[in-house]
């Protein structure tokens, strides 16, 4: 069964290869044929074999071949700069790196989440420029325990990126690492090789992943705060919304500051963009 870890700040779920055996995937969502592309190679064979240790197999394979040592896969749901759930694929991931980055809260300090879900190229990284180049986005405490932890886990260098979903707010980030200290390992090669495993796992993964994580879709709890995020997302003023709702404007000001925190707002730019794309408008 799929494995909750202790909640704190993010709702963390972790699955592995046996949860993605015997779940549908819809006519169509694997095109892909042999020899098209770099990562369609790969992706075809995982769709090919049912045994899992031939699965585990081509796919660790790949990784070490690679140059790398492990490779972690998240679906995170990110609003703003927070993290509020996120589903680990640990299959290849360092043995305990998902409880340790859960229980130390390392999604507030890792800076490869941010750059993953801002960027659509991949990051090459060591430990010591990852943090050299964010001192002020994260205490040096928190730097210093990420650090460790990762040193511990050996990934101490690797390449990230970001991946496409269908659903608002979630990010796919592929990290492949190493325990080789500094990045100067990384080639161009490297990186190509990296994208292309990092892209086959996501085609193979995401389509068979929906049955097995909570509802992350976004839900306002109420209707009038549903028609408080419409008028947002219009651009009308809290004096505009307040006549059209029928409210005093402390009213409409009081909901908004709620909306504001529930989604991790900065201002109301944000919370405005945050309406359209829970509204679909």
């Not at 490297?190 to 929906?210: C, K, M, N, Q």
Request: aromatic letters at 10%; glycine letters at 8%; a negative charge.
């Amino acid at each position: 069964m799929m494995s909750g870890i202790k909640k704190r700040r993010a709702v963390v779920v972790t699955f592995g290869d046996r949860q993605l055996d015997g779940q549908s995937v819809e006519e169509g969502i694997q095109a892909w044929q042999p020899g098209t592309t770099r990562e369609s190679a790969l992706l075809t064979d995982l769709g090919c074999y049912e045994d899992l240790t031939v699965r585990r197999h081509l796919t660790s394979s790949a990784i070490h071949k690679a140059g790398f040592d492990w490779l972690c896969y998240w679906l995170i749901q990110r609003v703003g700069e927070r993290v509020g759930a996120l589903a680990w694929f640990d299959t290849y991931s360092p043995p305990g790196w998902a409880e340790r980055f859960n229980r130390d809260a390392f999604f507030d300090t890792d800076p490869r989440i941010d750059f993953a879900c801002r960027f659509d190229w991949p990051l090459a990284w060591d430990l010591q420029t990852l943090f050299g180049q964010h001192t002020s986005r994260v205490g040096a405490a928190a730097a210093k325990r990420f650090v460790a932890g990762a040193v511990q886990v050996g990934a101490q260098s690797g390449v990230t990126f970001g991946l496409q979903t269908e659903r608002p707010f979630e990010h796919a980030i592929v990290t492949l690492s190493s325990a080789q200290p500094d990045r100067r390992w990384i080639t161009d090669a490297t990186i190509g090789e990296a994208y292309a495993i990092g892209v086959s796992l996501h085609s193979f993964i995401e389509p068979r992943i929906d049955q097995l994580l909570p509802d992350w879709q976004i839900s306002v709890p109420t209707d009038v705060q549903r028609s408080m995020l419409r008028c947002v997302s219009q651009g009308l003023s809290n004096r505009e919304i307040a006549e059209q709702m029928s409210m005093s404007v402390h009213t409409v000001a009081y909901h908004l500051r709620q909306l504001e925190k529930r989604f991790d707002a900065l201002n109301r730019v944000q919370l405005a963009y945050i309406a359209g794309r829970i509204l679909d408008d």
